[in-house]
Each structure stands twice: as structure tokens, then as C-alpha cells.
């Protein structure tokens, strides 16, 4: 879509969420119901809200500064992205202050991610590999389990693992019979 000289002037060529200048694009913030509801936005930024691009949590730092842009469409999507990234302790910080007119916050829960990987967590091991609920992975190190004498030994095979939704560092998986929840960055897909 082309950048329309009213979003030209008010972003001034610059991505209206961080800010950066290099290749912009316009995004139109769902519902399209919403009056003004188009940001220009970095053309990375736009892949990873779209799904083309993977989501990665480090990109979107910069939240916290531009959540209190007076631009609707800018808190909505920052919105959004800090509830999409809930399980980043920055994140989780920015959103519990982030305050949005009720409008505002209306129009922020009616929409969503376009579907793709925007939509929902990705769950990858230690060497980067996606992982599913279902598949099998292998312990990296020996973890000892909080709250019990159980220790998972390196190279315990962990079956039939159910991903945590809200969480992509985390699995559970039982080892021993007891069901635990382990990092992914301790595990390797078998």
C-alpha cells in the first residue's frame, strides 16, 4: 500500500513505532472498522506482525517508550505486541502500566494478529528446531526439580511433550512419572 501524504506528515518517513528510519510501509491495524486505524511501520516490523517473518521478542524492545504515543492505532498495536510477548518480564511490566482509553482498549481486544506466527508462540529447542505437542526431546543438562528430590539426569528422553501456551521457553513433559516443566533451552527435539 502506498504511503498517503497525511501518514507521511505525521510520521515524517519514519516507522511510527520505532521510530528508525529505512524502509517503511503502511499497516492497517484490524478491525479496519476503526477510523485512522493505518501506522507506517518498519517493513521488518510488518513482516513479524503479518507472519512472513519470525517473531522475535527483541525487535519489539522499544514498546515501553512508544505505548504512550497519542496515536490510537500506535497504542493499539503496542498493546497487542506487549500481551503477544507477556511472558518477557519487560513486556509483562509495560503492559501492566499501560493504560488505554475504553475505546481504545475496545477496538485492541477486537482484533488480532493476522493468522501466522504473529498469532502464537513458537516453541524451538536448543539447536533451534520447532517443536510440537507430541514430540519426544532429550535433556541437554541434569535439572534438578524445584519442590522435589527429583533430579532429570542429561540425555533422559522426554515422550509425548504438551507445549505451554502463553510461554515458548517452556514445555512439560513427564520424567520419572512426574510431570514437570522444563526450559527449551535445555532440550533438544529427538
Excluded at 476503526?34 to 514498546?63: C, H, M, P
Excluded at 500506535?74 to 503477544?84: E, F, I, S
Excluded at 503492559?95 to 485492541?108: N, Q
Aim: proline share 3%; net charge negative; charged share 25%.
Amino acid at each position: 500500500m502506498v504511503i498517503n501524504d497525511t501518514l507521511m506528515a505525521r510520521s515524517g518517513g519514519k516507522c511510527e513505532l520505532s521510530g528508525k528510519e529505512g524502509e517503511v510501509v503502511v499497516y492497517s491495524v484490524t478491525p479496519d472498522s476503526y477510523s485512522d486505524n493505518e501506522i507506517v511501520v518498519a517493513k521488518e516490523l510488518a513482516a513479524q506482525l503479518e507472519g512472513t517473518a519470525s517473531f522475535s521478542a527483541e525487535d519489539w524492545r522499544f514498546l515501553p517508550d512508544v505505548m504512550w504515543s497519542a496515536i490510537p492505532a500506535v497504542q493499539v498495536l503496542a498493546w497487542r505486541v506487549l500481551n503477544r510477548l507477556k511472558g518477557e518480564s519487560w513486556a509483562a511490566d509495560a503492559l501492566d502500566i499501560l493504560y488505554l482509553e475504553e475505546d481504545t482498549l475496545a477496538w485492541a481486544q477486537a482484533g488480532s494478529f493476522e493468522e501466522g506466527e504473529a498469532a502464537k508462540p513458537v516453541h524451538k529447542d536448543a539447536n533451534g528446531n520447532v517443536l510440537q505437542n507430541g514430540d519426544s526431546v532429550v535433556l541437554t543438562k541434569t535439572l534438578d526439580v524445584k519442590g522435589s528430590s527429583l533430579s532429570a539426569k542429561l540425555g533422559t528422553v522426554v515422550k509425548n511433550i504438551r507445549l505451554v501456551e502463553d510461554n515458548p521457553e517452556q514445555i512439560e513433559g513427564r520424567v520419572e512419572g512426574q510431570l514437570i516443566v522444563i526450559l527449551t533451552k535445555y532440550l533438544r527435539r529427538q
